[in-house]
T-cell receptor, first 118, second 114 residues
Framework: AQTVTQSQPEMSVQEAETVTLSCTYD???????LFWYKQPPSRQMILVIR??????QNATENRFSVNFQKAAKSFSLKISDSQLGDAAMYFC???????????????FGKGTKLSVKP | GAVVSQHPSWVICKSGTSVKIECRSLDFQATTMFWYRQFPKQSLMLMAT?????????EQGVEKDKFLINHASLTLSTLTVTSAHPEDSSFYIC??????????FGPGTRLTVL
């Protein structure tokens, strides 16, 4: 079974600085998706960024980028120019590419709480 | 974008009563809907997966008779917590997925059982 590990329960960053959140995963599959979700205090889950395993290029979305190391099974999130609104819980998630049975379900890490200091 | 709504956003009920939570995909047809439970400061725990017109698939340890899921149409799924007890108090989140696409999450429902 696949697992997702976020080893940093809490992180803190100064406004305008850069922070990197770590995520590792375990799978025997070769093709899958990886995601970073943000959950602010409102608790609405928001997709931050998505990576397809077969793509070698790291995904980027404005100030958010990932460092995807497939061989190392590592998927870290870098937030540049941190803003106060970035403060939230961040969850790393894995999903198989298939859709039958239990495939296609998101498997979440335990989350990292990010604080942004003004 | 794809919007998923949940109703109610917050509910308080007495122990022993049943509570129904609705999840709707507002601007797309969801082939699959998911129900999650989240305890304070914890991650999301998948409870069940439902496909329109078929029975839900429950995760191990989730009581089917206690958490009734009905996926009546491509835009509506309901979760009924039957004979609720204080230990059922939690934050329940649904998500909906279009065929072979992203999952979109609802805003969640906070259930408090007195």
């Amino acid at each position: 079974a696949q697992t997702v590990t976020q080893s940093q329960p809490e992180m803190s960053v100064q406004e305008a600085e850069t922070v990197t959140l770590s995520c590792t995963y375990d799978t025997s599959e070769s093709d899958y998706y990886l995601f970073w979700y943000k959950q602010p205090p409102s608790r609405q889950m928001i997709l931050v960024i998505r990576q397809e395993a077969y793509k070698q290029q790291n995904a980027t979305e404005n100030r958010f980028s990932v460092n995807f190391q497939k061989a190392a099974k590592s998927f870290s999130l870098k937030i540049s120019d941190s803003q106060l609104g970035d403060a939230a819980m961040y969850f790393c998630a894995y999903r198989s590419r298939g859709y039958g049975g239990s495939q296609g379900n998101l498997i979440f890490g335990k989350g990292t709480k990010l604080s942004v200091k003004p | 974008g794809a919007v998923v709504s949940q109703h109610p956003s917050w509910v308080i009920c007495k122990s022993g009563t049943s509570v129904k939570i609705e999840c709707r995909s507002l601007d797309f047809q969801a082939t699959t809907m998911f129900w999650y439970r989240q305890f304070p400061k914890q991650s999301l725990m998948l409870m069940a997966t439902s496909n329109e017109g078929s029975k839900a698939t429950y995760e191990q340890g989730v009581e089917k008779d206690k958490f009734l899921i009905n996926h009546a149409s491509l835009t509506l799924s309901t979760l009924t917590v039957t004979s609720a007890h204080p230990e059922d108090s939690s934050f329940y989140i649904c998500s909906a997925r279009k065929a072979k696409a992203e999952q979109f999450f609802g805003p969640g429902t906070r259930l408090t059982v007195l």
